[in-house]
C-alpha cells in the first residue's frame, strides 16, 4: 500500500546557482599542464658576444688596491681597514687625490650585492675612479 503525503510546495524550484567542481578540475588540469610546459618553454639564448679591441691600459707607479676578502673585510693594499672609515684610509693614502684610481678586487664567494656596496662606499667618499680587477690583470 502507497501512501502518498501531500505538500503545498511540490513545484520544483529553478537552482540557479552554478555547480563550479568540474570547473576547478578543468583549471587545476590546466594549471598542471603550464607548471609543467613553461619550464620547457624557457630556451638558452646562444650569444657570441665580441672581443674587445681596446689595449690595456698601463698600470701605475704605485697601483691602490681595494680588496674584498671571503669573510667581507677589506682591506687597503695589504693593511685591514674598517668599512665605516674606509674614506678616511683613502684619503689618507691618496693624499686626497678623489681622481687616482683605485683597483678594486674581489674573491669569487662574494656576491654581486657586496661588492656593489663597497662601490657605493667608495662613490660616497668621492672615488669616482673605479676599476675591476680580474685574472688577467694579475699577470701585469
Request: no cysteine.
Amino acid at each position: 500500500m502507497a501512501v502518498r503525503l501531500h505538500h503545498a510546495e511540490d513545484d520544483l524550484t529553478e537552482a540557479s546557482e552554478i555547480n563550479v567542481t568540474p570547473f576547478i578540475d578543468v583549471m587545476l588540469v590546466l594549471l598542471i599542464i603550464f607548471m609543467v610546459v613553461a619550464p620547457l618553454a624557457t630556451v638558452d639564448v646562444p650569444v657570441d658576444l665580441p672581443s674587445s679591441t681596446a689595449a690595456p691600459q698601463p698600470r701605475p707607479d704605485k697601483p691602490l688596491f681595494l680588496t674584498i676578502k671571503p669573510d667581507l673585510s677589506v682591506a687597503l693594499n695589504d693593511e685591514s681597514v674598517p668599512r665605516e672609515s674606509l674614506g678616511a684610509a683613502l684619503d689618507a693614502a691618496t693624499g686626497s687625490d678623489k681622481d687616482k684610481r683605485v683597483f678594486l678586487r674581489a674573491a669569487k664567494t662574494i656576491s654581486y650585492g657586496e661588492l656593489t656596496d663597497v662601490m657605493n662606499d667608495l662613490r660616497a667618499a668621492g672615488y669616482l675612479k673605479v676599476a675591476l680587477v680580474d685574472l688577467t690583470a694579475k699577470g701585469q
